[in-house]
């Protein structure tokens, strides 16, 4: 298996523009994640789905961040409109299922708003 | 209210020496605990876990101890290598009416000096 999938590893934008994030978990995978990856924080979980179906979104930092997961294949992070304080690495893992399973992580997108 | 602390932000260690990561908690209620490593540009990978039943898990030369009375984790790598050389994140997880709670530490860095 190729692992988590994320793309682009690189964005930069223009304070106000938005931003799309995607990842495709690990086939079979029940369970998907998005962190968000700062200096002064560490890693945040923002959002975790189950079978699709979002569980706890009380990480979003506002209303600006959605996620929405489609399909078991497919998920996108959305920052809408974006800001400078957003610039982060954000993070996207996939588990088997429950939270003793191991989280197999993304290699990652590199924001930077300007 | 940074539940989960990780106050070493970098510790250096010499080549097949001990190296020890310390983590601090706020919250008696987390159900389980991990470590995960991260290199340079790479999401974090997982490295071993403890459930909050238990005061020790070992996994090759990855020992994790739990102490609870004093809410403080430590993972201890012997011998260090200098491949362990990365950023070692703990997490702490708690389930609350179905759902789970992910907290992260900020991570430390530990250099393995050959």
């Known amino acids: 298996d190729a692992g988590v999938i994320q793309s682009p590893r690189h964005e930069v934008t223009e304070m106000g523009q938005e931003v799309t994030l995607r990842c495709k978990p690990i086939?079979?995978?029940?369970?998907l994640f998005w962190y968000r990856q700062t200096m002064m924080r560490g890693l945040e979980l923002l959002i975790y789905f189950n079978n699709n179906v979002p569980i706890d979104d009380s990480g979003m930092p506002e209303d600006r961040f959605s996620a929405k997961m489609p399909n078991a294949s497919f998920s996108t992070l959305k920052i809408q409109p974006s800001e400078p304080r957003d610039s982060a690495v954000y993070f996207c893992?996939?588990?088997?299922?429950?939270?003793?399973?191991?989280?197999?992580f993304g290699p990652g997108t590199r924001l930077l708003v300007l | 209210d940074q539940q989960v602390k990780q106050n070493s932000p970098s510790l250096s260690v010499q080549e097949g020496r001990i190296s020890i990561l310390n983590c601090d908690y706020t919250n008696s209620m987390f159900d389980y605990f991990l470590w995960y490593k991260k290199y340079p540009a790479e999401g974090p990978t997982f490295l071993i876990s403890i459930s909050s039943i238990k005061d020790k898990n070992e996994d090759g030369r990855f020992t994790v101890f739990l102490n609870k009375s004093a809410k403080h984790l430590s993972l201890h790598i012997v011998p260090s290598q200098p491949g362990d050389s990365a950023v070692y994140f703990c997490a702490a997880v708690r389930t609350t009416s179905g759902t789970y709670k992910y907290i992260f530490g900020t991570g430390t860095r530990l250099k393995v000096l050959a």
């Open positions: 893992a996939s588990s088997f299922a429950g939270f003793q399973e191991t989280q197999y």
């Open positions: 086939s079979g995978h029940d369970y």
